[in-house]
């Protein structure tokens, strides 16, 4: 199993800026993408940046420009760094890993509350 801790969510005033961590821990070999998703409320959860072992990035339309996602691979760390918030940022922010390889693996933090609001 994978266990994923994130941690650096709060409340934000609209401009303002915020940088989420997790940590995966555990069975944590061959991770090969790490990323983030949010669900704000009465929405359904969706991608907001992930991260290849290469390096290969992804973001969604909404947070190009704005957000950037990192990973430190010898800590099985991803950050996500969020400037120029916006109210429509306001979300739980999930931390995500898969392996695409055999043994097949999907995993998810708890989640972060994310506020942005003056």
């Known amino acids: 199993q994978v266990q994923l801790v994130e941690s650096g969510g709060g409340l934000v005033q609209p401009g303002g800026s915020l940088r989420l961590s997790c940590a995966a821990s555990?069975?944590?070999?061959?991770?090969?993408?790490m990323g983030w998703y949010r669900q704000a409320p009465g929405k359904q959860r969706a991608a907001v940046a992930t991260m290849t072992n290469g390096g290969t990035t992804g973001y969604a339309d909404a947070v190009k420009g704005r957000f950037t996602i990192a990973r430190d691979n010898a800590r099985n760390t991803v950050y996500l760094q969020m400037n120029s918030l916006k109210p429509e940022d306001t979300a739980v922010y999930y931390c995500?890993?898969?392996?695409?390889?055999?043994?097949?693996?999907?995993?998810w933090g708890k989640g972060t509350l994310v506020t942005v609001s003056s």
């Open positions: 555990g069975s944590v070999f061959n991770i090969d993408i």
């Open positions: 995500y890993a898969a392996r695409t390889k055999p043994p097949y693996g999907n995993y």
